[in-house]
């Protein structure tokens, strides 16, 4: 089983830049695919990105291309979003999760594996 902590969350204001960690345990976290969901107060919880248990294969949800970036270090077992250029519409909870299948998939069933979430509040 695969345990995940995300951290980096915060208070910026409108175009400022934050970075997510989701820190990983588990026996095959190498080879799971990882991926950033996101919950804003009353809505349901969306897709952000994805990225394949190589690193190579991403994908990205429409409202975030060209301005946010996911990554992985399988040496660290962390995965990161790099987001950029935030907007008030990014305030959510950004949840990391963690799939044993090693389908690059953006629906939320299929991913196994979940951490408590980290905030992000953007001002304008």
């Known amino acids: 089983q695969v345990q995940l902590v995300e951290s980096g969350g915060g208070l910026v204001q409108a175009g400022d830049s934050l970075r997510l960690s989701c820190a990983a345990s588990g026996r095959t976290f190498s080879r799971y695919t990882m991926g950033w969901f996101r919950q804003a107060p009353g809505k349901e919880r969306e897709f952000v990105a994805v990225?394949?248990?190589?690193?190579?294969?991403?994908v990205y949800a429409d409202s975030v291309k060209g301005r946010f970036t996911i990554s992985r270090d399988n040496a660290k077992i962390t995965v990161y979003l790099q987001m950029n250029s935030l907007k008030p519409e990014d305030t959510a909870v950004y949840y990391c999760a963690a799939g044993r299948s090693n389908i690059v998939t953006k629906v939320p069933n299929l991913y196994d594996y979940w951490g408590q979430g980290t905030q992000v509040t953007v001002s304008s």
């Open positions: 990225i394949g248990w190589s690193g190579i294969s991403t």
